[in-house]
Nanobody
Framework: QVQLVESGGGLVQAGGSLRLSCAAS????????MGWFRQAPGKEREFVAT????????SYSDSVRGRFTISRNNARNTVYLQMNSLKPEDTAVYYC?????????????????WGQGTQVTVSS
């Protein structure tokens, strides 16, 4: 049974930082590309960042590029999202996702497994 468990969310002031973690189990982690998505209240879920199997290739949405960094530790079956210079518009539930094909993509439908999400709230 595949499980993705996010952690690290919380309340932070604008300009602050948070690091999200996503621990994976029940899959061969280094076979999977990983992604982070987010869903703000009243909005559709949107792509944030993705990383390939080895960690050598990443991609970001325009809204977070330069502020967020995705990384992974295959020995620990964990993917991270370091979020700096947070803005109120970054407030959302953040989800991690796994894609068995291994190649990075920003297309939500191409991910096979999803976590339950962790809330990030940025106050102004």
């Amino acid at each position: 049974q595949v499980q993705l468990v996010e952690s690290g969310g919380g309340l932070v002031q604008a300009g602050g930082s948070l690091r999200l973690s996503c621990a994976a189990s029940g899959l061969t982690f280094n076979w999977y590309a990983m992604g982070w998505f987010r869903q703000a209240p009243g909005k559709e879920r949107e792509f944030v960042a993705t990383i390939n199997r080895s960690g050598g290739l990443t991609s970001y949405s325009d809204s977070v590029r330069g502020r967020f960094t995705i990384s992974r530790n295959n020995a620990r079956n964990t993917v991270y999202l370091q979020m700096n210079s947070l803005k109120p518009e970054d407030t959302a539930v953040y989800y991690c996702a796994a894609r068995s094909a291994g190649m990075i993509t920003d297309v939500e439908a191409q991910y096979n497994y999803w976590g339950q999400g962790t809330q990030v709230t940025v106050s102004s």
